[in-house]
C-alpha cells in the first residue's frame, strides 16, 4: 500500500511542482499533515540535508522522504526504505520526462503565442508564493516551537541567533559565490559549539 501512496504522491509532486526543487516544499508540508511517517522537523532536516548533498534540491528530498517512509512502515527496515526512496524518486521525475516528451513537440509552434506566453508569466508569482509558504512552515518549525503549550510558541533565541547571522553573511557579495555547503558547514560548526558551550 505504501508503493501504491507514494507513486500517487510523488507522481503528483512531480506533475505539478513547477520551478524548481523549492517548489516541493508546499506538497512536501502537506505530505506531514496527511501521514505520519512524515513530521515537519523531518521536512526541517530535508532541506539542509539535501542542500549539502550532491544531486538536484528536489530528487534528493523525494529520496529522502522515501526513505524514511519505507524505514517508518516497515518497523526500521533500511532495505525496505532504500525500495520506497528509489519508488518515491522515480514517480517524482517521471512526469518530466512525458511532459517534456509532449511538450517539445507543440511548444515550438506557440512559443510566441499570447496565450501561452501568459500563462507562464502567471506560474511565475503562483510558484512564488508557495515556495514562500512552505519556506515560512519551515521557518516556524525551525525558529519556533509551536508545539510548546506557550500561547504563540516558544521563542529559539540559538536558532533565531544564527538564522539573522546567516541572513546576513549570505547576502555579503563577496560571499555570494561561495557553495550552499559552505554555509551549512559553518551552521553545523556554530551550532556544535553552542551545543558544548551552553548545553544547547
Not at 526512496?85 to 521525475?93: D, E, F, I, P, Y
Request: with cysteine.
Amino acid at each position: 500500500m505504501i508503493y501504491l501512496i507514494l507513486v500517487y504522491e510523488f507522481f503528483k509532486i512531480g506533475l505539478f511542482a513547477a520551478g524548481g526543487g523549492l517548489a516541493t516544499l508546499p506538497f512536501l508540508s502537506a505530505l506531514a499533515d496527511k501521514y505520519e511517517w512524515l513530521t515537519s522537523d523531518m521536512i526541517s532536516q530535508m532541506v539542509a540535508l539535501s542542500e549539502s548533498t550532491p544531486g538536484p534540491l528536489g530528487i534528493n528530498m523525494a529520496t529522502y522522504a522515501g526513505y524514511m517512509a519505507g524505514y517508518n512502515t516497515f518497523g526500521g527496515s533500511p532495505v525496505m526504505g532504500v525500495t520506497t526512496a528509489l519508488t518515491a524518486t522515480a514517480s517524482l521525475v517521471a512526469p518530466s520526462f512525458i511532459v517534456i516528451l509532449i511538450v517539445s513537440r507543440v511548444l515550438d509552434r506557440y512559443k510566441n503565442s499570447s496565450l501561452v506566453n501568459s500563462a507562464f508569466s502567471c506560474l511565475r508569482p503562483a510558484v512564488a508564493g508557495l515556495i514562500a509558504a512552505a519556506a515560512w512552515s519551515v521557518i516556524g518549525t525551525t525558529l519556533f516551537n509551536f508545539s510548546a503549550a506557550t500561547l504563540g510558541g516558544k521563542f529559539m533565541i540559538p536558532e533565531i541567533l544564527l538564522f539573522a547571522a546567516m541572513m546576513v553573511i549570505t547576502n555579503v557579495k563577496p560571499l555570494k559565490k561561495l557553495h550552499p555547503l559552505v554555509f551549512i558547514a559553518i551552521a553545523a560548526a556554530a551550532g556544535i559549539a553552542i551545543g558544548y558551550t551552553v548545553g544547547w
